[in-house]
């Protein structure tokens, strides 16, 4: 694609300019590679589990194919919010509660609402790219502000963070635990971004799609604790991590009732909303699936284990234990063209990394790990992977 090209020139020259996901790009390269391990994409080895998929089976032939509520069937609101409230030790109102076409979406339908032309999102980095591509689309400018990295691993600087909020600030997006550095957020951290926010009347976009992969504890820190009925906060969650259903495309935003009729239209006119049949299989998910959470928890602890224990003893590998998520950057010393470094890695030891470049300023010079997989597969990753280091 070359903007010289007349097609692309009459296009609208925000949507040109959206970067490539460099995620993507190297998942192109590598896609067809024989025996190939995939730590590329923010998704595990685990397909959806047949009790799920049943459920929507069961609702399709029962004839559930027709348009339905713009903000998710009653029914699956109530789960989410009984889930929620069950998680968090804390009532949650179904009203508060919109089922989405994804995460994603919750993330694109959130930052429509609140931010556009002219306006700011600041967003630590680095960080899933689909955020600042989503304020860039809006017509918003993505503020980025690097993490720390240093002996203590991925720090946030408040201060920083904080300052770079300036009075064109309409959104303070937080993901916690972060895609792609595993940094999870303090409870003194939540205290302090939520009292900023409330003094200047900013939106909190708070991401927590990995909120149950927490490995120093059950659950990590979250906004849910500390959000009020009065709070400018809208939470983004999706079915894809905790019941392995990143290709259902299904997630919900949580945001105050006083916005709803918005948040309807804005789903309306970007979606029409979920199919029917998908949000029963939410529900399924939701009430049947604890089971299926923990041993996906578990898988990923143990993934995260093998993947720490097999860099630690590497003198060229820089890396932090993550606390949460199931992602981990490393950065190998004398390789810092990452972009390179994941091809050569697809062609000399066959295993799928993601490039650090894709994630903003901060990350350029890591790549990123998935780490949820089976234990063989990660070990075995991870045997490539070291090999090749030492080779090279
Ligand atoms: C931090 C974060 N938020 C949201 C999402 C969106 O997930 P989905 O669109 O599959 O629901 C992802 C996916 O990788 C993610 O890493």
Known sequence: ???????????????????????????????????????????????????????????MRAGETFYTHQRGIPELRDAIARYLGRLYERTTDPERIFVTGSGMQAIQIAIQAVAGPGDEVVIPTPAWPNFAAAAEISGARP??????????????????????????????????????????????????ILAFVRERGIWLIADEVY?????????????QHAVTPDDRALLVNTFSKNWSMTGWRMGWLQAPPEIGQVIENLIQYNTSGVAVFMQRAGITAIE?????????????????????????????????????????????????????????????????????TAFGPGGETFLRICYAR?????????????????AN
């Open 1 to 59: 694609m070359t903007h010289a090209d007349p097609f692309v020139s009459s296009l609208r020259p925000t949507a040109v300019e959206l970067p490539e996901s460099g995620i993507v790009r190297v998942m192109n390269y590598g896609r067809d590679r024989e025996g190939l391990i995939p730590l590329w994409a923010g998704e595990g080895d685990m397909p959806t589990p047949d009790f799920i998929s049943d459920a929507a089976h069961r609702s």
């Open 143 to 192: 503020v980025c502000v690097p993490f720390d990295f240093g002996p203590d691993g991925w720090q946030l600087d408040l201060d920083r963070l904080l300052a770079a909020c300036g009075p064109r600030t309409r959104a303070l997006f937080i993901n916690s635990p972060a895609n792609p550095t595993g940094w999870t957020i303090s409870k003194d951290e939540i205290d302090r």
């Open 211 to 223: 909120s149950r992969f927490y490995y120093h504890g059950d659950l990590a820190p979250s906004f």
């Open 288 to 356: 049947e699936g604890e089971p299926f959470v923990a041993e996906q928890i578990e898988r990923a602890r143990r993934g995260r284990q093998i993947a720490c224990e097999a860099l630690a003893p590497l003198n060229r590998a820089r890396f932090a234990w993550p606390d949460g998520s199931f992602y981990l950057l490393v950065g190998i010393e004398g390789y810092d063209d990452t972009n390179r470094l994941a091809e050569r890695l697809v062609d000399e030891a066959n295993i799928g990394l993601a490039p650090g």
């Open 374 to 390: 089976s234990a063989e597969s990660m070990s075995e990753a991870m045997e490539r992977l070291t090999g090749w280091i030492e």
